[in-house]
């Protein structure tokens, strides 16, 4: 999509620090039990697809619970900080929240379905960094989303860090995504880890 918002820039690569990979999965998980980091970040995709794509959101959250779905959308996550300030909101929500599974009802499912990544080739390397502590997004589901974007031809290369989590991956690996990037606008060769 790069190249229709900025045609004049050259998409040298993607860096992508434990991402959302699989929708589905995440809210699924994120909802089977209490559960404060997943209630931010369905808060946040809920909220933003009803605005951004014009449909109603309480078909999908109960609306005494729609107040603190929005409040939580407008914090950033960018730091403990921030993240901190949106758990309150995030754990009253485990008394209330959905009101119908996204993923079971129309256009919801439709939406998570086109918002998971990996479905098309990006035609800029990719690296995804992951650790294996994370709680939010699993290792294995990181794997198979890896997996996926090698099969749709992209040039992936998938890095594991030991001992490291989902809140911090991104502040954890920055000298190594710098070297990454510096790489990239050198013309070095990816180490793609597809098979």
């Given at each position: 999509?790069?190249?229709?918002?900025a045609p004049e820039?050259?998409?040298r690569?993607?860096?992508?620090?434990?991402p959302?990979?699989?929708?589905v999965?995440l809210f699924?998980?994120?909802?089977e039990?209490?559960?404060?980091?997943?209630?931010?970040?369905?808060?946040m995709?809920?909220?933003?697809?009803?605005e951004?794509?014009?449909?109603?959101?309480?078909?999908?959250i109960?609306?005494?619970?729609l107040?603190?779905a929005?409040?939580i959308?407008a914090?950033c996550?960018q730091?403990?900080?921030?993240?901190q300030?949106s758990?309150?909101?995030?754990?009253?929500?485990?008394?209330i929240?959905?009101?119908?599974?996204p993923?079971?009802?129309?256009p919801?499912?439709?939406?998570?379905?086109?918002?998971?990544?990996?479905?098309?080739v990006t035609?800029a390397?990719?690296?995804?960094?992951?650790?294996?502590?994370?709680?939010?997004i699993?290792p294995?589901?990181?794997a198979?989303?890896?997996?996926?974007?090698?099969?749709?031809?992209?040039?992936?290369?998938y890095?594991?860090?030991?001992?490291?989590g989902?809140l911090?991956?991104a502040?954890?690996?920055?000298?190594?995504?710098?070297?990454w990037?510096?790489?990239?606008f050198?013309?070095?060769?990816v180490?793609?880890t597809?098979?």
């Amino acid at each position: 999509m790069a190249a229709s918002y900025a045609p004049e820039l050259n998409l040298r690569g993607v860096i992508a620090s434990a991402p959302a990979s699989d929708l589905v999965n995440l809210f699924k998980t994120k909802t089977e039990a209490a559960n404060a980091v997943g209630n931010v970040l369905i808060s946040m995709a809920l909220v933003s697809w009803a605005e951004i794509y014009g449909i109603r959101i309480d078909d999908v959250i109960y609306p005494a619970a729609l107040p603190l779905a929005t409040s939580i959308a407008a914090n950033c996550i960018q730091n403990t900080d921030q993240i901190q300030a949106s758990i309150p909101a995030a754990t009253l929500l485990n008394m209330i929240f959905l009101r119908n599974p996204p993923w079971e009802l129309a256009p919801w499912d439709q939406l998570l379905a086109e918002n998971t990544p990996g479905a098309s080739v990006t035609g800029a390397p990719i690296l995804i960094a992951q650790g294996d502590s994370d709680q939010v997004i699993a290792p294995a589901v990181q794997a198979q989303f890896a997996a996926r974007l090698c099969a749709v031809g992209n040039a992936v290369e998938y890095r594991i860090y030991p001992g490291i989590g989902h809140l911090t991956i991104a502040h954890d690996t920055e000298a190594e995504m710098v070297d990454w990037i510096g790489e990239r606008f050198a013309g070095a060769a990816v180490q793609s880890t597809c098979a």
